[in-house]
């Protein structure tokens, strides 16, 4: 597939290959609201009152494993503490 913009491979009849875009296993607020639909600030306010998971630290930024808000969101967003109840009882990874 000849990327669209890249004259110079298309005049030279080089062919890049499709690159897929890469799923990233750790989400930050912004692209975590995305992910739920809701707006950033209204992510934070879920968070910050226990209505959603907290996210871990890396270094300076607070990020979200995408298969754990995929797992919270199966199992219906339930709160904080709920949540926690079931992840212990061995009902998300």
Avoid: C, Y
Avoid at 13 to 29: F, N
Avoid at 30 to 50: I, K, Q
Avoid at 62 to 70: D, I, K, N, Q, Y
């Amino acid at each position: 597939m000849v990327r669209p913009g890249n004259t110079a491979s298309r005049e030279a009849g080089t062919v890049l290959p499709e690159i897929d875009p890469i799923d990233p296993a750790a989400l930050d607020a912004r692209a975590v609201a995305a992910f739920v639909s809701v707006s950033r600030a209204h992510w934070l306010r879920l968070v910050a009152s226990g209505r959603a998971p907290q996210g871990v630290k890396l270094g300076a930024r607070r990020v979200w494993s995408r298969a754990e808000l995929r797992a919270w969101i199966d199992a219906g967003a339930p709160s904080l503490a709920k949540w926690r109840e079931i992840r212990n009882a061995g009902g998300a990874k």
